[in-house]
C-alpha cells in the first residue's frame, strides 16, 4: 500500500500563485508514475500532469503548459506543483494519484491509478 498525502491549496486571485505538495509513504518502492488530477462538481476527474517516477518524463495538459511547473524528490518521495497565473477555471479540487505499474494508452484516465490522496481544494477568483 502506498498513502499519498497532499498539503498546500487554497484561495487566490486571478493571476496569482499557489503551491500544492504530495507526499508518498509506504510501499513506495513500487511506484511507477504520479500524477496529479483535479475535479469540478458535476465533472469529470481531468489529468493535470504526470510524472513517470524513474526517467522524469513529464506530461502536462494542454490546459495548464505553460503556467504550472512539477518537480519531484525521489529520494523524498514527494513531488511538488507550482501553479502560476492562475485563473477562474483552474478552481477545483486538486488530487494526488499513484500508479504501481505501467499502463499503456490510459494514463490520462483516472480509474488507471492505484491510489489516491484525499484532495485538497483550490480556487480562482476572479
Known amino acids: 500500500q502506498v498513502q499519498l498525502v497532499e498539503s498546500g491549496g487554497g484561495s487566490v486571485q486571478a493571476g496569482g500563485s499557489l503551491t500544492l505538495s504530495c507526499t508518498a509513504s509506504?510501499?513506495?518502492?513500487?511506484?511507477?508514475?504520479m500524477a496529479w488530477f483535479r475535479q469540478d462538481p458535476g465533472k469529470e476527474r481531468e489529468i493535470v500532469v504526470r510524472?513517470?517516477?524513474?526517467?522524469?518524463?513529464?506530461y502536462y495538459s494542454d490546459s495548464v503548459k505553460g503556467r504550472f511547473t512539477l518537480s519531484s524528490d525521489n529520494a523524498k518521495n514527494t513531488m511538488t506543483l507550482r501553479m502560476d497565473s492562475l485563473k477562474p477555471e483552474d478552481t477545483a479540487v486538486y488530487y494526488c494519484?499513484?500508479?504501481?505499474?505501467?499502463?499503456?494508452?490510459?494514463?490520462?484516465?483516472?480509474?488507471?491509478?492505484?491510489?489516491w490522496g484525499q484532495g485538497t481544494q483550490v480556487t480562482v477568483s476572479s
Open positions: 494519484a499513484a500508479q504501481n505499474g505501467p499502463r499503456p494508452g490510459r494514463n490520462a484516465d483516472s480509474r488507471s491509478y492505484d491510489y
Open positions: 510524472r513517470r517516477w524513474t526517467t522524469g518524463t513529464t
Open positions: 509506504g510501499r513506495t518502492f513500487s511506484t511507477y508514475a
